[in-house]
């Protein structure tokens, strides 16, 4: 047999959501599969938690409880870790890519905080790493920042990365669906993560502002490097306030190069639930769909856009990444290595300007509005719009800024919350994708 034909031996790690799926598509499309690497694709074996539970499908004998077994076979060639979380996927990762198997891999929690462990590991043995699965599922965006855009510069790379929030924001706006039924579904959907937290509390596109910004400005940014904020506290009275503002709210991950007046540049990494003006590209995406949008000096804008969570959408990530590591093996290439050669350094949240929207209780009394614009004026942010909802008790005040920073804005609220004649802040949320 020549090297052109020799199988592929392929280990599954995990058959949840993502690994059922793959091990269905490698199962299915075997003739294929074997066309476009130029060897056949082997199963040798699928890891699994509970052997006992019923696997329609899938030999048997291809089951085992024991992944570092698996691993350690002679014939496989390439892990493809679905298990999720950081042990025990980072110790196998490690032991294959150590035996110099290639890895591919869909966990952005765990690439978000060992990404130079594991790509250094990969090109010490020269394995490959892949893991266009990790960010927007099914969307092709770790490929094009790590090649196709390879030879520009990136500016901006943001979007909705997280299928579980979009789909709960989607419904909350579109039918006043209830938050808790509604994450509910996006677990028995397939989105959400084995512990949901993950995703409603930003951690999951926090964990994905980090890869993308990681890739995009060749540096090394980890999951703590992300200011992140879930989206937990958004209410259906911030969803309809922000309709009468022609606006919707959505999960947002902006990862932004900063270039300083003297030329320094800096990286800016951040996940907030943010209001977005009902005609921007991103107040379309609904449901599990992700959005990425990104900027580059030469290419210009470019719109990413597609199934961002699920089974089959994220296994057929996961199948490229598969195809791709198996082609390296058959004619001796090589994947794309990390690039941190920039290391640039991460901005603080405090130094980051946008608009705001800030919701507060007040006394419906002669004074208070010009009390509440006072403490704005006083850290120079201008105000847009003032409205003032219902009245007596219910007064709510809505106020939307022009830029400000972070840090000013933060001051305002704090001052805010001081005075007698406010009651409660409400909600104190972004305004992005405007002019200004
Ligand atoms: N579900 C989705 O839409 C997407 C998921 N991902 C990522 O893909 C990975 C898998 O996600 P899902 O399939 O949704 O998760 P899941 O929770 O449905 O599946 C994980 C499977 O691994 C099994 N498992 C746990 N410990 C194990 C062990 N020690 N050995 C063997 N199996 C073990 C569990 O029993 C479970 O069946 C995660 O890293 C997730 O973040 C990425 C993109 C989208
Ligand atoms: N839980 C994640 C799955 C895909 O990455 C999400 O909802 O986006
Ligand atoms: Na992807």
Redesign the pocket.
């Known amino acids: 047999m020549s090297s052109a034909n020799k199988p592929i031996g392929v280990a599954v ?8 799926e793959v091990v269905r598509i490698l199962t299915e499309n075997t003739d294929d599969l074997r066309s476009r690497v130029g060897a056949p694709l082997e199963l040798r074996g699928v ?4 052997l006992s539970k019923k696997r329609p499908g899938v030999p048997p004998e291809l089951l085992t ?1 024991d ?1 570092a077994a698996l691993i350690d076979r002679d014939d496989v060639d390439i892990v493809i870790e ?4 950081i042990e ?2 980072r110790s196998h990762i490690r032991a294959a890519l150590d035996s110099g198997k290639s890895v591919v ?6 690439l978000a905080d060992y990404t130079g462990e594991l790509a250094t590991a990969a090109a010490d043995s020269r394995a490959d790493l892949y893991f266009e ?2 960010v927007a ?1 099914a969307i092709p965006v770790i490929r094009p920042l790590m090649q196709s855009l390879a030879g520009d510069t990136v500016q901006r790379v943001a979007g909705i990365v997280n ?1 579980t929030t979009n789909f709960i924001l989607s419904a909350m706006a579109e039918t006043g669906a209830d938050y808790a039924e509604t994450l509910a579904e996006a677990g028995r959907l ?5 512990d949901p937290t993950a995703d409603v509390e930003g951690y ?1 596109a926090a964990a994905k502002a980090a890869i993308l910004a990681s890739i995009a400005f060749h540096s090394r940014v980890t999951a703590a490097d992300v200011y992140r904020q879930g989206i937990s506290s958004i209410t259906p009275a911030d969803l309809a306030s922000a309709a009468k503002l022609d606006c919707t709210i959505k999960l947002l991950s902006i990862c932004e190069r900063i270039v300083e007046a003297d030329g320094t540049e800096q990286i800016s990494a951040r996940v907030y639930p943010a209001l977005i003006p009902l005609s921007h590209p991103l107040a379309a995406v609904n449901g599990a769909f992700n959005a990425v949008v990104v900027e580059a000096e030469n290419s210009g804008r470019l719109m990413f856009y597609g199934q ?4 089959a ?2 296994a057929s990530a996961v199948m490229g990444d598969v195809v791709m590591a198996a082609r390296n093996r058959v004619y001796s290439g090589r994947g794309p290595l990390e690039s941190t050669y920039a290391s640039l350094p991460v901005a603080s949240i405090a130094t980051v300007g946008t608009r705001y929207y800030v919701s507060m209780k007040v006394e419906d009394r002669p004074g208070v509005l010009a009390q509440v614009a006072g403490e704005f004026a006083k850290r120079h942010i201008g105000i847009a719009v003032v409205r003032q909802e219902g009245a007596g008790d219910q007064a709510q005040l809505i106020v939307v800024t022009h830029l400000a920073p972070d840090g000013s804005l933060s001051e305002t609220v704090a001052a805010l919350e001081d005075m007698d004649a406010v009651t409660k802040i409400s909600s104190v949320l972004r305004l992005e994708g405007t002019d200004e």
């Open positions: 790690l995990g058959m949840g959501n993502v690994g059922t890891a699994v938690r509970d409880d992944a679905l298990i999720g979380g025990p996927p891999t869909a966990n952005k929690a765990l699965a990790s599922g299928g397939g989105y959400a993560e084995a999951d961002g969570a699920g089974g959408p994220t």
